[in-house]
């Protein structure tokens, strides 16, 4: 599996010391031709490389989930 990452912003996570959410966009992240994605990553840790948790996205259903976690406020 071929794909390269990029961290576009880190969030501190509230209620935490050191967390912080990591949001990046992965490309061909299953491998060459495969499309990219929008990676939430939860780290407690602080390490926003290596979260514990996270999420992957397809581009065109950003806006939707967006929409979505908007909704929740």
Do not use: C, F
Request: proline share 5%.
């Amino acid at each position: 599996m071929s794909s390269t990452a990029a961290i576009i912003k880190e969030i501190p996570l509230k209620g935490t010391k050191k967390g912080v959410v990591a949001v990046s966009k992965i490309e061909a992240p299953y491998g060459e031709g495969s499309d990219s994605v929008a990676s939430i990553g939860i780290s407690l840790s602080g390490d926003a490389k290596n979260p514990e948790w996270k999420v992957h996205l397809p581009l065109g259903n950003i806006d939707e989930v967006i929409e979505a976690l908007r909704s929740i406020q």
